[in-house]
């Protein structure tokens, strides 16, 4: 098993910046993602951003050039930098972690508990 621990989320005005985190403990294999979805009121979870344990990373259209996704592997976490933010990017903000014991098993998906951003005057 494994446990996603969350912080960073708050109100910011637009325009503004915040970091999130999300460490994962637990039982943690090499071969592993993570990342962070959203989910506004009345719409679908969307992949924000994650970055892969080979150093892949990968965005929503979105967010690029706004949005930067970082890890620190000797902590297990991952962190979203976001500038420039805007009304848009309102939402629940998930963290994500999967992890596969070799590259023929299938992935194992974790989930945050979820934190709110609000960018609003």
């Known amino acids: 098993q494994v446990q996603l621990e969350e912080s960073g989320g708050g109100l910011v005005q637009p325009g503004g910046s915040l970091r999130l985190s999300c460490a994962a403990s637990?039982?943690?294999?090499?071969?592993?993602?993570m990342g962070w979805y959203r989910q506004a009121p009345g719409k679908q979870r969307e992949l924000v951003a994650d970055?892969?344990?080979?150093?892949?990373?990968n965005y929503a259209d979105s967010v690029k050039g706004r949005f930067t996704i970082s890890r620190d592997n000797a902590k297990n976490t991952v962190y979203l930098q976001m500038i420039s933010l805007k009304s848009e990017d309102t939402a629940v903000y998930y963290c994500?972690?999967?992890?596969?014991?070799?590259?023929?098993?299938?992935?194992?998906?974790?989930w945050g508990q979820g934190t709110q951003v609000t960018v609003s005057s």
């Open positions: 970055a892969t344990s080979g150093g892949s990373t």
């Open positions: 637990g039982s943690i294999f090499s071969i592993n993602a």
């Open positions: 994500n972690y999967r992890q596969r014991t070799n590259w023929h098993t299938p992935w194992s998906d974790y």
